[in-house]
């Protein structure tokens, strides 16, 4: 089994800084974002850009809802930010579950695009994502 990983809960709340963002964003291999109800961020350029800087050091980012029973749906221009910073949706996936199917995700594969593809997919219900068909010799490839 691979080493402990580094994974984070980015809680969205007004008045959110620069400095609080990078410092949960360093040094992480995934973080999941809490954001405000349909997945949506405050509309600020240091933000996109803290953001986009973590996708290019390759950090996992998974956006959940704030909102209990919500689901993230990239509808309201305030999204904008996540989805050019190429931010999954975590669709109706609830912290928990993000975290523990993050974890998961980043031991199973170093592969950046195989960890996109399981994140963007429900694996085993844990989301309305759509479903995705496993393929048991890439899971069991990497034990």
Not at 26 to 51: I, R
Not at 89 to 101: E, F, L, Q, R
């Amino acid at each position: 089994m691979k080493e402990a990983l580094n994974v984070r809960i980015l809680q969205f709340f007004p008045g959110i800084t620069e400095t609080y963002v990078r410092g949960i964003l360093n040094g992480a291999d995934g973080v999941v974002l809490q954001t405000f109800g349909a997945g949506n961020v405050p509309e600020v350029d240091w933000l996109k850009d803290c953001l986009i800087e973590a996708n290019k050091k390759n950090i996992l980012m998974l956006n959940c809802t704030q909102v209990y029973r919500g689901t993230v749906v990239p509808i309201y221009a305030a999204s904008e930010i996540l989805t050019k910073a190429k931010v999954i949706s975590g669709y109706d996936i609830t912290p928990v579950a993000a975290m523990t199917k993050m974890i998961w995700v980043l031991k199973l594969t170093s592969n950046v695009e195989e960890r996109r593809q399981l994140m963007e997919h429900s694996v085993y219900g844990e989301s309305s994502a759509p479903p995705m068909q496993l393929n048991l010799e890439f899971i069991l490839k990497e034990e």
